[in-house]
């Protein structure tokens, strides 16, 4: 009787600190707070400054804005910003709830290669 009363105290005394870390675990609804971040921003970059900055045989991950203007293949695009165009490649998961045009803003998010054709295989997309 009293190995297990001492086996009952012992787990009493381990699950305490969970239990106590569970109850402000961030999940009351009354208490929520929202995200304030105060640090840098997201280093969007142009078609432009990556044509420049790449060399043939260098890659570079980078975040774009612009649009798809046209379709190359059934994965390759046109992309455009202000600046410049140049292809992407999307890779096969990526899906979008909504149809597209070429006057849809979006953010794509991929790694720039340098080349005798530079491209942007492109790893996710946002709509703006």
């Given at each position: 009787m009293l190995?297990?009363?001492?086996?009952?105290?012992?787990?009493?005394i381990v699950m305490l600190?969970?239990?106590a870390m569970a109850k402000g675990n961030g999940h009351d609804e009354h208490n929520k707070q929202s995200i304030n971040y105060t640090g840098p921003?997201?280093?969007?970059?142009?078609?432009?400054?990556n044509l420049e900055n790449i060399g043939?045989?260098?890659?570079?991950?980078v975040v774009l804005e612009g649009q798809?203007?046209?379709?190359i293949s059934a994965d390759k695009y046109m992309f455009a910003d202000a600046t410049g165009q140049v292809i992407v490649e999307l890779d096969d998961d990526i899906k979008l709830p909504v149809a597209i045009d070429n006057n849809t803003k979006l953010r794509i998010f991929g790694e720039f290669e340098g080349g005798s054709t530079p491209e942007v295989e492109v790893e996710s997309i946002k709509l703006l």
């Open positions: 190995k297990k009363t001492i086996i009952a105290l012992a787990a009493t600190p969970t239990l921003a997201m280093n969007v970059t142009t078609v432009e400054e043939s045989f260098s890659e570079a991950n798809l203007i046209h379709q």
